[in-house]
């Protein structure tokens, strides 16, 4: 496995032709953002690996070797190394050329032990042929171009609300004045609580990224900002503007249909946590919700057996565990074993949870899962642990 100089990043942009629509890719194969790209070889690359030093990782060819070696790569210094960095960026994706690339190789030999799993996203292009009109915003808010000035203004209360977002694609406010471009919407009190800024600019392209403060949402804000954003975009000469988010993010993929973007494509990277102990409850509760009870039970497991251990830098450094909620794991997982039908791992797991700080007994009650427990002894100690009596005499 080989670092490429940025003067040899040329040679790998064959491999990633398929995924050019992608301005951040793009950005990193033209050195205009930092990032690091690994091949397999200096002179013919057939595979690589690109990184953007964030939550960003592109994979293409069928070198097994190589795959193995990316594999060990990502496991011991990328994502410690963004672990111990205590980064913002939490999770990550990994991007592939479909017709470049070979699935089974890659799965069974660089996401092999990752513990990534796919997670759909939404490209969306704008319609050229759309008249966007502004919209009317609420009494309380204005719109405000994003520039220079305005983010150097010491009187807007919350500043990070967006300079993280322009610091993580662009580095630097000056960087974002002098390539980037955007609008946000303040309320009286100087407030930023949404923002439509763009990623990337290339030439004739750009893509949009936006975010609204979850107080000030169902009010139409997103759809006025994103709607002032392209408009800007296209009286600075840009044709083709991009929309990409998760499948999931209904708010976010509605709101770019409002505006007038029309379905590109989907794609589905692998997407994971960098700090493993997380991941795996991420990955549970992933799997939770997608009925695969087993999968979740195997990642709790995991969980579960980190917790025993003395020293954990990743377990110190969690952003989802927290002396408040070990118990709502537990407790969990109860439910995933109830579904599997393993009465003694759903009392095992009830009871730790009880011990860990479940004292509402509706809990369990009102959990259809575990009604065919109702009769049996633990059960009714169960409830009697976890802090009210009075439900005992229903668990018969």
Same mark, same amino acid.
Not at 123 to 136: A, G, I, M, N, R
């Given at each position: ?7 040899q990043y ?12 992608d ?32 939550r960003?990782?592109?994979v293409?060819?069928?070198?097994v ?14 994502f ?20 470049l ?11 092999n032990?990752l ?8 490209y ?21 171009e ?6 150097q ?19 630097? /406010?000056?960087? +974002?004045?002098?390539?980037g %471009? ?6 009286? *009190?100087? $407030? &930023? ?71 590109f ?8 946590w ?13 799997c ?7 999968? /979740?039970?195997? +990642?709790y497991?995991?969980? %579960? ?6 020293? *954990?830098? $990743? &377990? ?7 002396p ?22 759903v ?48 668990a018969?």
């Amino acid at each position: 496995m080989y670092l490429l100089s940025t003067d040899q990043y040329v040679t790998v942009q064959p491999l990633f032709e398929e995924l050019m629509y992608d301005l951040r890719l793009v950005s990193l194969l033209q050195h205009t953002i930092p990032g690091e790209i690994y091949v397999d070889c200096t002179e013919q690359p057939s595979a690589a690996m690109v990184w953007d030093r964030g939550r960003a990782l592109y994979v293409t060819g069928c070198n097994v070797e190589f795959f193995k070696q990316v594999n060990i790569h990502l496991r011991t210094k990328v994502f410690p190394g963004m672990v111990e960095s205590n980064s913002d960026m939490l999770d990550y994706y990994i991007r592939y050329p479909h017709s470049l690339v070979c699935m089974d190789l890659l799965e069974k030999n660089l996401i092999n032990g990752l513990h990534s799993s796919f997670n759909k996203r939404r490209y969306y292009l704008f319609d050229l042929s759309v008249d966007v009109k502004p919209t009317e915003l609420p009494e309380g808010y204005h719109l405000q171009e994003v520039n220079l000035e305005l983010l150097q203004r010491t009187d807007i209360t919350n500043p990070d609300f967006i300079l993280d977002e322009i610091h993580s694609n662009h580095m630097t /406010a000056e960087n +974002f004045n002098d390539r980037g %471009f955007g609008y946000c919407i303040l309320t009286n *009190d100087n $407030e &930023i609580v949404s923002w439509c800024l763009t990623d990337y600019v290339i030439g004739n392209r750009c893509e949009i990224g936006i975010e609204t403060d979850e107080d000030h949402r169902q009010k139409g804000l997103a759809t006025a900002v994103a709607s002032a954003c392209v408009q800007l975009a296209r009286s600075k000469g840009i044709e083709r503007i991009g929309w990409d988010c998760f499948d999931t993010n209904i708010g976010s993929w509605k709101t770019a249909e409002k505006v007038g973007f029309k379905l590109f494509k989907t794609y589905d990277p692998w997407f994971g946590w960098f700090n493993r102990f997380d991941n795996y409850l991420v990955q549970a509760y992933e799997c939770y919700q997608n009925k695969d009870f087993s999968g /979740a039970v195997y +990642f709790y497991e995991l969980v %579960f057996d980190r917790l025993t251990r003395e020293e *954990d830098l $990743e &377990i110190s450094r969690s952003r989802i565990l927290n002396p408040d909620n070990q118990y709502w794991f537990y407790y969990n997982a109860a439910r995933c074993y109830a579904q599997l039908d393993q009465e003694r791992e759903v009392s095992d797991k009830l009871m730790k949870s009880v011990s860990l700080g479940l004292d509402d007994p509706s809990m369990i009650t009102n959990e259809p899962v575990f009604d065919k427990y109702g009769s049996m002894e633990w059960f009714g100690l169960l409830l009697q642990n976890s802090g009210d009596a009075t439900e005992i005499s229903g668990a018969g």
